[in-house]
């Protein structure tokens, strides 16, 4: 299962994942490039529909996942957003959706997996350089990625 999987790094994995003989499931929040991306991957694939920011957008995902296959073997959690607005100009709002798609919307896209990954499956989280470096009104985007990194110096 690949979150975002509509664009980006995450319709190149989806697409990478088919090559090497696996079935993707695509999550993505816009219909027409979901439907797209579907398409252009062509085989072994099933879009759905959703935000990852919505819980229950992640319960149908995973609805749909258990009824046609059982289980999930891998997790891409990868949907996220970057917008830039210096630090000045960040609202609630804005912090909010960045928050809860990167962060929230990735935490319980694995969560959620966890009832139907057998033993041995994988989780990979969606990072960012950004998590370790600062950008000019990137400041919140590089706080949802420094919330979900792996410490590198232990």
Not at 29 to 37: G, H, N, Q, W
Not at 116 to 122: A, F, I, N, Q, T
Request: neutral net charge.
């Amino acid at each position: 299962m690949v979150s975002g999987g509509n664009s980006g790094m995450g319709l190149a994995t989806a697409k990478l994942f088919v090559k090497e003989g696996t079935y993707v499931y695509i999550t993505g929040r816009r219909k027409a490039e979901l439907d797209a991306a579907a398409k252009e991957i062509g085989k072994n694939v099933t879009g759905v529909q959703g935000d990852v920011a919505k819980l229950t957008d992640i319960d149908w995902l995973y609805q749909v996942v258990k009824e046609k296959h059982g289980k999930v073997d891998i997790v891409f959690a990868n949907a996220g957003v970057g917008e830039l607005v210096p630090i000045t100009d960040v609202t609630e709002a804005h912090f909010d959706k960045l928050f809860n798609i990167n962060v929230k919307g990735l935490f319980f896209t694995v969560q959620k997996a966890l009832p139907l990954m057998p033993d041995g499956g994988s989780v990979i989280l969606s990072g960012s350089i950004a998590g370790y470096t600062g950008s000019p009104a990137f400041s919140v985007y590089s706080a949802t990625k420094a919330a979900v990194r792996e410490d590198l110096d232990r």
